[in-house]
């Protein structure tokens, strides 16, 4: 009671009572679904549907060690650090709730499907750091939610889950995924885009260092054209290339050399000798 200057009393809510309540009544409907589906051990818990309970809170359920299913969604949860021991659960239905904290859901790293979507979660950064360390999510919905409204979201959601499959209800693609790499990690797209011909090339450019002039290829002193059985050893890999080169077949092109071919009007008027035409060979290697 808190005395009023004018003499009457008034009585302050308690915030404990609140909670306590709010925490019987989760055990309540835990204890609910146990009678229905006639679990007597806490160890034959697999599953609990506790959805559209009207819950703010929820008791500790590390007691369920073998707990994989559970249905939470369509209640009035703000967090789920009741969620911490759990170690088996694969499946958690969190949506549709007032959920803007996962605090504590990193220590679920069996989770394979998560959803989240119609929530207030508002920090992207914290979101991430939460859930990046789950290698085994494949599904994740996190839509209708404040984060969703940041610029590359997706990308930046598969960027760092790069195990999930599905994320809010579409598939990823190979092309986000290559978009990702090159939006957010800028070290492994230069890697990537310098890659050629099974070797890693020098892809970077520095405007105020002069161009480098490769040197000339020269063929070795002991290297013979004809010689099958060459045996040479090249300090050099680009040098065996050139080699290598210089053994290919050689092919001639052969053509008509059309300027030697009188016209009709010179042979009309036969200011040119009749003189046989000529014929072009240009050699390949």
Not at 65 to 70: F, Q, V
Not at 79 to 87: E, P
Not at 135 to 156: A, D, E
Not at 176 to 189: G, V
């Amino acid at each position: 009671m808190i005395p009023n200057p004018k003499g009457r009393s008034l009585r302050r809510a308690n915030p404990t009572s609140e909670s306590d309540k709010a925490l019987d009544r989760s055990r309540g409907a835990v204890e609910d679904q146990l009678k229905i589906c006639g679990h007597k051990r806490d160890v034959d818990v697999s599953e609990l549907f506790l959805s559209q309970k009207e819950l703010t809170e929820v008791i500790d359920l590390s007691r369920f060690k073998k707990l994989k299913y559970l249905w939470l969604h369509h209640n009035k949860l703000h967090g789920i650090k009741f969620l911490t021991r759990n170690y088996c659960l694969t499946e958690l239905y969190l949506n549709n709730n007032g959920i803007f904290d996962i605090e504590g859901l990193h220590y679920l790293p069996s989770l394979h499907i998560l959803m989240l979507h119609h929530n207030e979660l508002t920090n992207i950064d914290a979101t991430m750091k939460e859930l990046k360390g789950m290698l085994n999510l494949k599904k994740l919905s996190l839509y209708q939610n404040p984060l969703t409204q940041y610029n590359f979201y997706r990308l930046y959601i598969i960027y760092h889950l790069p195990g999930v499959e599905i994320l809010d209800r579409n598939r990823v693609t190979e092309k986000e995924r290559r978009s990702m790499i090159t939006i957010f990690n800028h070290e492994k797209a230069h890697l990537l885009q310098s890659i050629a011909f099974r070797g890693k090339v020098d892809a970077s450019w520095d405007p105020r260092s002069p161009f480098k002039q490769k040197p000339a290829q020269r063929v070795p002193s002991d290297f013979a054209f004809g010689n099958n059985v060459d045996k040479t050893v090249f300090a050099d890999p680009e040098d065996a290339v050139f080699v290598r080169s210089m053994k290919r077949s050689v092919m001639a092109i052969t053509s008509m050399n059309w300027d030697t071919v009188p016209t009709r009007e010179e042979k009309y008027l036969e200011e040119k000798a009749t003189e046989p035409a000529q014929m072009l060979t240009v050699t390949l290697r």
